[in-house]
């Protein structure tokens, strides 16, 4: 990814009194951060996203999950300086499908800043640099135990649809209304 669209994709915004939250792409370098991140979730929480919570993680994982193939892929961190070291907080990612048009996302918050409107954020942008790149809807797998992620999808205008031949597992699409 070059700088200028690095920049483009780049905003701070203040959710919580006192921390100043930046949202930038993923970067190969934040292998450390990104292990934290994965290695401090709840099982519940790497269990919802879908991030196999019994399998132990790694760095060699971590370091996979930070390698993003832009533009066909897309990874947006949420960070936040603490005691002058950056904390990786959150992470969508959306990966466009095989046939250009299918497009997967995930979203994450670490279990610490939930209900804080990160989600939220994370999504807005995540959804706003895939329409600037006319890709017209993103799906994510949600477990149908899910319920945060049900209710916080539907309230956010994503429609749930069952999973033919999986009923652990709803899709949430969201259609992104493209410019004409
Ligand atoms: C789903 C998820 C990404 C939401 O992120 P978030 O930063 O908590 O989202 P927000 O703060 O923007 O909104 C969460 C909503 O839950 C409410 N909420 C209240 N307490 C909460 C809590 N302890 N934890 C989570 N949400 C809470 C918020 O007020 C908000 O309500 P609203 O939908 O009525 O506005 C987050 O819960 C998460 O990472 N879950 C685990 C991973 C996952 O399930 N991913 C989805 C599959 S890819």
């Not at 196999?52 to 993003?68: C, D, F, K, S």
């Not at 890709?135 to 049900?150: D, F």
Request: charged share 20%.
């Amino acid at each position: 990814m070059n700088a200028i669209l690095a920049a483009s994709l780049s905003t701070a915004f203040q959710p919580v009194i006192g921390h100043a939250i930046s949202i930038r792409p993923l970067r190969a370098d934040d292998c450390e951060i990104e292990y934290r991140f994965i290695a401090g979730l709840s099982l519940e929480t790497r269990n919802n996203r879908l991030l196999g919570g019994a399998r132990p993680v790694t760095p060699e994982y971590a370091a996979r999950l930070t390698r993003v193939n832009y533009p066909r892929e897309l990874a947006l961190a949420a960070v936040v300086m603490l005691d002058s070291q950056e904390i990786l907080i959150g992470v969508a990612r959306y990966a466009l499908e095989a046939d250009g048009v299918g497009c997967e996302f995930a979203l994450v918050v670490a279990d610490a800043w939930q209900g804080r409107g990160i989600g939220t954020h994370l999504l807005e942008r995540l959804a706003g640099a895939a329409r600037a790149r006319a890709i017209p809807r993103i799906s994510g797998y949600v477990l149908s135990t899910n319920a945060t992620m049900l209710g916080f999808a539907r309230k956010r205008g994503l429609r749930l649809q069952r999973v033919p031949g999986d009923a652990t597992l709803t899709l949430a699409t969201l259609d992104l209304a493209l410019p004409n």
